[in-house]
């Protein structure tokens, strides 16, 4: 979360965005950061991981290098 204001203007404003934390708080305060950065395709986890009832797996952070790792299929 705290790498998006870094990385904003390098992130593509035409794909959609899905932000998620813990609890959704600051993924919540992300999303409406690239809100006001001419997102309009942005979405927020609500509850975050705290109310996710999928499968869990488990495993280490994966961190990118470079922006455009986000929108590799």
Known sequence: MSEVPERIEEMD???????ICRSGRR???VA????ENG???VVNFS???LTWDGELKTGEEKRIKETEELYRT
């Open 13 to 19: 404003k035409g794909k959609t965005h899905v932000f």
């Open 27 to 29: 993924s919540q305060n």
């Open 32 to 35: 409406k950061f690239a809100r």
């Open 39 to 41: 997102f309009e395709r």
């Open 47 to 49: 509850g975050g991981m």
